[in-house]
């Protein structure tokens, strides 16, 4: 069964800090990890990854892939107050784009 | 502008009621999904399709109901067998294994009473 899983599920940090969020995959004949922010009601896109070891980046946050591993990253570093949001993480395969249970993040002034 | 358009935004049903949850993309795109939300939840797959006329169960596709008879739209229905069908409903599409990121509509909240 395709799965992906997030952690942590929930993470409390201060403005100013770094925070790394983690993304494990099982999808069959897997194609793209994709990385949304969800803050209200609609999900934006962050990143699209199809390649091992390429970062991508933008602005302070930034993004890697293992597919060796099934494994994917999110850092974001500065944090701000408005970076408070549901981080959502999705592996898109042949048929299906599956999602995470999402990570919740929440910064403190 | 291209995009997706989900209605209503918001939604109140009686138990027992049939619903429909309408989804409507001008993206040109040819897979459409439907996922549900809860509170403090991720997104979990309803149905999606990937081709006109064709649909496939997603992980929790029971009490709902699909059809893709346009390329362009692809309505969810919210049976009675749904035996808790209140959540945050989201339709996206993308343009399948082409490696494209999928877009999103606002999502349309249920609410059962």
């Known amino acids: 069964e395709d799965k992906v899983v997030q952690s942590p599920l929930s993470l409390v940090v201060h403005e100013g800090d770094t925070v790394t969020l983690n993304c494990s995959y099982e999808?069959?004949?897997?194609?793209?990890l994709l990385w949304y922010k969800q803050e209200k009601k609609a999900p934006t896109f962050l990143f699209m990854l199809t390649s091992s070891g390429i970062e991508k980046k933008s602005g302070r946050l930034s993004s890697i892939l293992d597919k060796k591993e099934l494994f994917s990253i999110l850092n974001i570093t500065a944090t701000q107050t408005g970076d408070s949001a549901i981080y959502l993480c999705?592996?898109?395969?042949?048929?299906?784009?599956?999602f995470g249970q999402g990570t919740r993040l929440t910064i403190n002034p | 502008d291209g995009g997706i358009t989900q209605s209503p935004k918001y939604l109140f049903r009686k138990e027992g009621q049939n619903v429909t949850l309408s989804c409507e993309q001008n993206?040109?795109?040819?897979?459409m999904y439907w996922y549900r939300q809860d509170p403090g939840q991720g997104l979990r797959l309803i149905y999606y399709s990937q081709i006109v006329n064709d649909f496939q169960k997603g992980d929790i596709a029971e009490g709902y109901s699909v059809s893709r008879e346009k390329k362009e739209s692809f309505p969810l229905t919210v049976t009675s067998a749904q035996k808790n069908p209140t959540a945050f409903y989201l339709c996206?599409?993308?343009?399948?294994?082409?490696?494209?990121?999928?877009?999103f509509g606002q999502g349309t909240r249920l609410t059962v009473v």
């Open positions: 999808v069959t004949n897997f194609r793209s």
């Open positions: 993206l040109n795109h040819d897979a």
């Open positions: 999705a592996a898109q395969g042949a048929q299906k784009l599956v």
């Open positions: 996206a599409s993308n343009k399948g294994v082409r490696n494209t990121e999928a877009f």
